[in-house]
């Protein structure tokens, strides 16, 4: 059974950095590929950003394209969401989440796994 625990939520003013991180364990980290959610509040869940299961390919959603990176570390089953230059409306709770394969969806639906979230609250 996979497992995900997410850290590294907190509160910071605009314009700052946070880096989250999230421990995958259960299954073979390298055989999935990784995905960065999050859902503000009063919104709907979207996609934040996306890496393959070898790290070579990964994807954006606009709003955060320049200032989020996705990376995984596959010796350590970590993979990481370093957020610079963030403004108010990055305020929401971070999901991970995992799907079997080699690349990543936008898709909420194609993730068979979730960790249980942190937050990130970005002050004006």
């Known amino acids: 059974q996979v497992q995900l625990v997410e850290f590294g939520g907190g509160l910071v003013q605009a314009g700052g950095s946070l880096t989250l991180s999230c421990e995958f364990s259960?299954?073979?980290?390298?055989?999935?590929?990784m995905g960065w959610f999050r859902r503000a509040p009063g919104k709907e869940r979207e996609f934040v950003a996306g890496?393959?299961?070898?790290?070579?390919?990964?994807g954006y959603t606009d709003s955060v394209k320049g200032r989020f990176i996705i990376s995984r570390d596959n010796a350590e089953n970590t993979v990481f969401l370093q957020m610079n230059s963030l403004k108010p409306e990055d305020t929401a709770v971070y999901y991970c989440?995992?799907?079997?394969?080699?690349?990543?969806?936008?898709?909420?639906?194609?993730?068979?796994?979730w960790g249980q979230g942190t937050q990130v609250t970005v002050s004006s």
């Open positions: 259960g299954r073979t980290f390298s055989r999935f590929a």
């Open positions: 989440a995992a799907t079997e394969g080699s690349y990543f969806y936008t898709g909420a639906v194609e993730y068979d796994y």
């Open positions: 890496i393959s299961w070898s790290g070579d390919n990964t």
